[in-house]
T-cell receptor, first 109, second 115 residues
Framework: GQNIDQPTEMTATEGAIVQINCTYQTSGFNGLFWYQQHAGEAPTFLSYNVLDGLEEKGRFSSFLSRSKGYSYLLLKELQMKDSASYLCAGEDSNYQLIWGAGTKLIIKP | GAVVSQHPSWVICKSGTSVKIECRSLDFQATTMFWYRQFPKQSLMLMATSNEGSKATYEQGVEKDKFLINHASLTLSTLTVTSAHPEDSSFYIC???????????FGPGTRLTVT
């Protein structure tokens, strides 16, 4: 079956670093997306990984290991505005997104 | 960047009435559009996928006669919730993808409340 697993909730301190993990099982695999969603708003695109390795984009980086079915989103220099849900989505061979339940990230001062 | 709009952004309707939600890609041609529903504190749930000019493909458990989807052009898809009931109250979000694109661009969402 197809499945995306990520932690339900994480807490971190302003200015710190946090890593949100995601494991996936999909029918074929094209790539992995990370989206940020603030409460009451639509998701916004953060990253798309196709190849193994780390891709850095400012304070946010995303890592993929295709052999392990594993990805993580790394957020550095956390700011209060980073409090949101972070959704991991695997793209299967039919270009359908299989969504994780999302990780609610709480940033404390 | 690619922009997707939704209209209305929120709507309140009475039980038994129908509501139409529009999703438009403003600056690109959306060959595929997706409709999602999201209940409070839950993840996105894909309802259906539609390709321009063809019938939508509904996910298991989604009633196609209740949630009518029309993707008549490369820039417009509509979702009509027919005979709405309070349990249909939710956040409905559309997304669109162009032919050569991997990313889904999300609309801002429509909050539906059925009283």
């Amino acid at each position: 079956g197809q499945n995306i697993d990520q932690p339900t909730e994480m807490t971190a301190t302003e200015g710190a670093i946090v890593q949100i993990n995601c494991t996936y099982q999909t029918s074929g695999f094209n790539g992995l997306f990370w989206y940020q969603q603030h409460a009451g708003e639509a998701p916004t695109f953060l990253s798309y990984n196709v190849l193994d390795g780390l891709e850095e984009k400012g304070r946010f980086s995303s890592f993929l290991s295709r052999s392990k079915g594993y990805s993580y989103l790394l957020l550095k220099e956390l700011q209060m505005k980073d409090s949101a849900s972070y959704l991991c989505a695997g793209e299967d061979s039919n270009y359908q997104l299989i969504w994780g339940a999302g990780t609610k990230l709480i940033i404390k001062p | 960047g690619a922009v997707v709009s939704q209209h209305p952004s929120w709507v309140i309707c009475k039980s038994g009435t129908s509501v139409k939600i529009e999703c438009r890609s403003l600056d690109f041609q959306a060959t595929t559009m997706f409709w999602y529903r999201q209940f409070p504190k839950q993840s996105l749930m894909l309802m259906a996928t539609s390709n321009e000019g063809s019938k939508a493909t509904y996910e298991q458990g989604v009633e196609k006669d209740k949630f009518l989807i029309n993707h008549a052009s490369l820039t417009l898809s509509t979702l009509t919730v027919t005979s709405a009931h309070p349990e249909d109250s939710s956040f409905y979000i559309c997304s669109a993808r162009g032919r050569e694109d991997y990313e889904q661009y999300f609309g801002p969402g429509t909050r539906l409340t059925v009283t």
